[in-house]
């Protein structure tokens, strides 16, 4: 937990007496979102791709003090995206010590609160809430209740003597408990109908009402949600009330660029082997040739967890490689790209009618984006030097159990090797590995483009005219 500054006051009248006014939870956010656009800070770290597009109508929606639902599939980033609005809120605010709603200290709204603010006024104790407190999610799950959502009532404090109808019989749900802060709802499609009735009132008239009672507390929160476009038809749907009563619903997507898809991977994965920037790019192109494939069933989508999984899979690949043979250090190669069919064939839906091909279209799409990235890479390059020694007798071996050094050996001294590494980012003074990575990616676009062969067994794969 963060410590809070000893120099914040420690009372009402200490808070009154240092100017400090209430702010709304919108009008918090507005003006810190104001703030760091006029100054140029970033107000959204870690989101790539959405600068041009979903950014300046999420702006735009906070601007205007409208609750939003963001709607994508999965793997687009929309949660992310909502986990960074707790950076737009004021590091520290004022609540009232004990309350069990984060209430303001000028400004209480549950009956005991105010009770206690009219017995001790200025002596009111006074703490302080992280902004990362003010932030609360909630998965939505078909089992989810009213209750935990609204409240309901405590049978404990009914025992105590309270009547049923006292306000102080009440078991606050998540969203009250939100008060003054932010509450995101993940996949809000997946809550029961009459559940989604129970935020109408929360949305408009910011009240609750719980057991056949109206509790008029002027609950402060701002109400974010995510949905999955097909949720609307199938597994459930937003209810129209409800989606009347959001102010904004905003289209996210996948990134939209190769590099964009690359940035992501780069942030989120957690790669255990260097992975140069020419196989980020084969992994980016194969996962936007998923997409477009009319084998995959595109209503589900395929996530940018699939391109980091791939990622990460290809490291552990050449991780494993490199404590096979001992070279230092590890550096994924092309031969490593094989393991990703096999282990991530489970997260991508296919068409019905393509049972038993999954493997051999996720294959032939991952060559494909292997030979665009070459393209792309050694466009303009003779690669002819290459080809006539191969030809010539030098035939080159790569696979698991093959070092870098002895893959580089296989092959004469030639100039447009040293073009080849230059194009793929590696210098001729590099590690062997890096530059292995480079060369086999250029003898993968040959064979690719059948102007050399390829013969593979278990363990190795030879390149052969």
């Known amino acids: 937990m963060t410590p809070v500054p000893e120099n914040l006051p420690r009372t009402a009248g200490e808070l009154r007496a240092a100017g400090h006014l209430p702010r709304s939870i919108k009008t918090e956010i507005h003006d810190n979102l104001l703030a760091a656009l006029r100054e140029g800070r970033n107000p959204w770290p ?112 009914v025992a105590e003597g309270r009547s049923l109808g006292d306000p ?65 038809t199938n597994r459930g749907r937003i209810i129209t009330p409800l989606k009347d009563r ?45 997409r477009e494939s009319t084998v995959v069933d595109q209503r589900s989508g395929v996530s940018a967890r699939f391109a980091v999984a791939a990622a990460e899979t ?9 404590a096979l043979t001992g070279e230092h250090p590890a550096v994924a190669r092309p031969v490593d790209l094989e393991a990703v069919p096999a282990v991530l064939r489970g997260k991508i839906e ?20 292997v030979a665009e990235t070459a393209r792309e890479r050694f466009g303009g390059l003779n690669l002819r030097p290459l080809v006539e020694a191969v030809s010539n007798g030098h035939l080159v071996a790569t696979g698991e159990r093959v070092p870098g050094a002895d893959l580089l050996a296989a092959l004469p001294e030639l100039p447009v090797l040293h073009e080849v590494a230059e194009r793929a980012g590696v210098s001729a003074t590099d590690e062997p590995g890096r530059i292995a990575a480079a060369v086999e990616l250029a003898l993968e676009s040959l064979y690719l483009a059948r102007q050399l062969a390829k013969d593979s067994d278990d363990a190795t794969t030879v390149y052969g005219p």
């Open 246 to 290: 959001f102010g904004a619903e905003i289209r996210t997507h996948y990134p939209l660029t190769v590099a964009a898809e690359v940035d992501v991977v780069r942030q989120e994965a957690n790669l255990v082997a260097e992975v140069g920037e020419p196989l980020l790019e084969v992994l980016a192109r194969f996962v936007r040739n998923l």
């Open 350 to 369: 296919f068409e019905p009618g393509e049972e038993g091909r999954e493997t051999e279209h996720l294959v032939h799409l991952l060559r494909r984006a």
């Open 46 to 157: 870690g989101i790539v791709g959405f600068d041009r597009t979903v950014l300046p109508q999420f702006e735009r929606a906070l601007l205007a003090g409208h609750d939003v639902v963001l709607l994508g599939e999965r793997g687009q980033g929309k949660t992310r995206l909502l986990r960074t609005l707790a950076g737009l809120l004021d590091e520290w605010t004022p609540v009232i010590e004990g309350s069990e709603l984060a209430e303001h200290p000028l400004d209480p709204i549950t009956p005991a609160s105010r009770r206690r603010a009219a017995e001790l006024g200025d002596d009111l104790p006074v703490t302080w809430l992280h902004r990362e407190a003010r932030y609360t999610e909630k998965l939505a799950t078909p089992d989810t209740s009213v209750g935990d959502l609204i409240g309901d009532v405590d049978p404990v404090k």
């Open 314 to 322: 290809v490291a552990a690949a050449a991780l494993r490689r490199a």
């Open 168 to 232: 102080e019989t009440i078991h606050f749900g998540l969203v009250p408990r939100a008060h003054r802060g932010i509450v995101a709802i993940n996949e809000l499609p997946d809550l029961a109908e009459r559940i989604q009735v129970a935020l109408l009132n929360v949305m408009e008239e910011r009240d609750i009402q719980i057991r056949g009672y109206t509790l008029r507390l002027p609950l402060d929160v701002l109400l974010v949600a995510t949905a999955n476009p097909e949720d609307y």
